[in-house]
């Protein structure tokens, strides 16, 4: 099993940034992907972005050109960079892994909210 925390979240004017991280354990050799996830209240948990191992990314488009995707593979880690926050990016964001030859894994997310 992998286990997943995320944290970084917390409060910030639209315009601002914040920086996620999401800290990896257990079995992390079967890790084949990574991505972020978030849900807002009333709504569909949605993709944000995701990373492979050989770091290829994919985005949201409503996060393109905003936000960046890395993973620290050293540290077992995955962040997120979230730049010109929107009020509408509020919302809680869970960290999530692909792994082979057993289920995916959440974190048990970090809110962030966007509010002047």
């Known amino acids: 099993q992998v286990q997943l925390v995320e944290s970084g979240g917390g409060l910030v004017q639209p315009g601002g940034s914040l920086r996620l991280s999401c800290a990896a354990s257990?079995?992390?050799?079967?890790?084949?992907?990574m991505a972020w996830y978030r849900q807002a209240p009333g709504k569909q948990r949605e993709l944000v972005a995701a990373?492979?191992?050989?770091?290829?990314?994919n985005y949201a488009d409503a996060v393109k050109g905003r936000f960046t995707i890395s993973r620290d593979n050293a540290k077992n880690t995955m962040h997120l960079q979230m730049n010109s926050l929107k009020p509408e990016d509020t919302a809680v964001y869970y960290c999530?892994?692909?792994?082979?030859?057993?289920?995916?894994?959440w974190g048990p997310g970090t809110q962030v909210t966007v509010s002047s």
């Open positions: 999530n892994s692909q792994n082979r030859g057993t289920s995916a894994s």
């Open positions: 257990g079995r992390i050799s079967s890790i084949y992907a």
């Open positions: 990373i492979g191992n050989s770091g290829n990314t």
